[in-house]
């Protein structure tokens, strides 16, 4: 079975302008989420998505937006880029089966911001 | 809010010695625990999943245990390897497929 993949893997872009990464679950997981990876910080809850719905958002500010598609593939949406956005940004899919939900990640997107 | 510490935030051993990884958490109303692994510049690798209901998980080399009440969980390596050099990460869910996360252990193992 094919795992969580994530495209483009490496994106440069400059402060001001926009950039949507996406993310392909795990074949019948419907739940996607996104996190944040910076030195800084660590691993930061962005959002969850679960059968085309937003069912949870971390305490990110509204430049953050995401969306899942009916065929569970998610987007990633960044507005207005900052400096302090550089980050790798992964995704997890899981089946979302309780306290049996294993979460498992792709290999992420790095964004480069400059 | 949840918080995750993880100790030590570094460790290196030569390679064959046992070792533990410790985790600790503040709230124990957690849906499940998971120990993952990170390679630099990469994805995360699930290790191992503990259930709120359960005790302890293993995996081959690899022994995670849980202790909900306390908010403590370790994991275990045995007979570490070279190929064990990594960054160890502990996580805890409340729920809804949402992680909360440790800062790390990064691990090396030397020849």
């Known amino acids: 079975k094919a795992g969580v993949t994530q495209t483009p893997r490496y994106l440069i872009k400059t402060r001001g302008q926009q950039v949507t990464l996406s993310c392909s679950p795990i074949s019948g997981h419907r739940s996607v989420s996104w996190y944040q990876q910076t030195p800084g910080q660590g691993l930061q809850f962005l959002f969850e998505?679960?059968?085309?719905?937003?069912?949870n958002k971390g305490n990110f500010p509204g430049r953050f937006s995401g969306r899942q598609f009916s065929n569970s593939r998610s987007e990633m949406n960044v507005s207005t880029l900052e400096l302090g956005d550089s980050a790798l940004y992964l995704c997890?899919?899981?089946?979302?089966?309780?306290?049996?939900?294993?979460?498992?990640f792709g290999p992420g997107t790095r964004l480069t911001v400059l | 809010k949840q918080e995750v510490t993880q100790i030590p935030a570094a460790l290196s051993v030569p390679e064959g010695e046992n070792l533990v990884l410790n985790c600790s958490f503040t709230d124990s109303a957690i849906y499940n625990l998971q120990w993952f692994r990170q390679d630099p510049g990469k994805g995360l690798t699930s290790l191992l999943l503990i259930q709120s209901s359960q005790r302890e998980q293993t995996s081959g080399r690899l022994n995670a245990s849980l202790d909900k009440s306390s908010g403590r969980s370790t994991l275990y390596i045995a007979a570490s390897q070279p190929g064990d050099s990594a960054t160890y990460l502990c996580a805890v869910s409340p729920g809804y497929s949402t992680l909360t996360f440790g800062k790390g252990t990064m691990l090396l193992v030397s020849p």
């Open positions: 997890a899919s899981s089946l979302a089966s309780g306290s049996r939900d294993e979460q498992f």
């Open positions: 998505y679960f059968s085309e719905t937003q069912r």
